[in-house]
């Protein structure tokens, strides 16, 4: 059950990463019912019945996700699709580990049975239990230097979270083995992470995670948002398509000696570069050359299209 459970998620993921990337300030509604207009008999690649992956979202408060965007946030109002925040423009680096935004965003705005997820409100029909804890905001909200007061405040919501979910007999029924937790970050929920080890977590790498936390046969590696501002359909003068105006399949600038000396890139590296197609450059990457000569912006985590394509 686990295996195609986490199989449904996968897919999920990507199909709204693919969608995210695309944004800046965003308003997600528009984005996700694109997503929902599959055609007539899709069905998960991952669900032998086509059925899609049916999640509970718990209703935390709001300080647990959207008030670290939008301090008004009241916890009197249900939040919704309609008046869930757009993610800023001006969020910088932070968007990078916006999954856990997205992720809410799909289930407040879906619904339809045609989707790879629905949210059902009756947690005895779930199949995984979603915790909207923007954990990954929360760290870079709250004491992003890991030694300012604010600190505190992220290992409290910790600390708040963990009382709630022990407090849940579905929680306590599976050990939380049902549960999905964002954690995309590598100190997101840094504080309290053995007391989740069992759970489905949302990540971009085991960089920072014991074995016996976090591995492939129980987590879900989600793709990076980029930071990239990507391209209109059209040029910037009205004509043709800038994507498939460019010269270079994949792209890599940057840093080529991170974690562990830099094996995997290094390994990556003599696997792709001088290929024709391909440029893997140890450099610094900006956001001009990235956008005119790749079809794809390879990060090392993953790659993403930089067109509107979920399946590219």
């Known amino acids: 059950m686990y295996g195609k459970t986490i199989c449904s998620i996968v897919f999920f993921i990507f199909l709204v990463a693919s969608f995210s990337i695309y944004m800046g300030t965003v308003d997600p509604r528009p984005y996700f019912y694109l997503l929902q207009s ?9 669900s032998s019945s086509g059925k899609p992956l ?3 979202m718990y209703d935390l408060p709001r300080k647990f996700n959207i008030a670290m965007m939008d301090p008004h ?4 109002e249900p939040i919704t699709g309609k008046n869930l925040p757009s993610w ?10 916006s999954v856990e935004y997205w992720l809410m965003a799909s289930l407040l705005n879906g619904g339809e049975d045609e989707n790879e997820a629905i949210r059902v409100f009756d947690p005895d ?3 995984v239990f979603y915790v909207p ?6 760290f870079n909200t709250h004491g992003k230097n890991m030694t300012d007061p604010d600190t505190e405040f992220d290992r409290l919501l910790q600390v708040e979270l963990m009382e709630f979910l022990e407090n849940s007999k579905y929680w306590n029924r599976s050990g939380g083995k049902d549960h999905v937790i964002p954690m995309t970050h590598p100190n997101a929920f840094r504080f309290l992470r053995q007391q989740v080890n069992a759970s489905i977590l949302i990540v971009v790498d085991f960089g920072r995670y014991s074995k016996d936390m976090a591995r492939l046969s129980k987590d879900v590696v989600s793709p990076y948002v980029h930071v990239v501002e990507s391209l209109n359909e059209e040029g910037d003068d009205g004509m043709g398509d800038p994507f498939e105006a460019r010269t270079t399949l994949l792209y890599f600038r940057g840093n080529t000696v991170r974690k562990d000396e830099g094996k995997i890139r290094l390994r990556l590296e003599k696997l792709l570069a001088g290929n024709s197609d391909v440029h893997f450059e140890k450099s610094v990457a900006t956001t ?5 000569v790749s079809y794809y912006y390879f990060y090392i985590s993953g790659f993403r299209s930089l067109r509107e394509s979920p399946c590219s």
């Open 38 to 46: 599959q055609p007539n008999g899709a069905s998960s690649p991952c």
């Open 54 to 56: 049916r999640v509970f």
């Open 73 to 76: 946030s009241s916890d009197v």
């Open 88 to 97: 800023p423009q001006t969020s910088g680096i932070k968007r990078q580990h």
């Open 125 to 127: 029909l779930a199949d």
């Open 133 to 138: 804890f923007f954990s990954s905001l929360s």
């Open 288 to 292: 001009q050359n990235i956008k005119v």
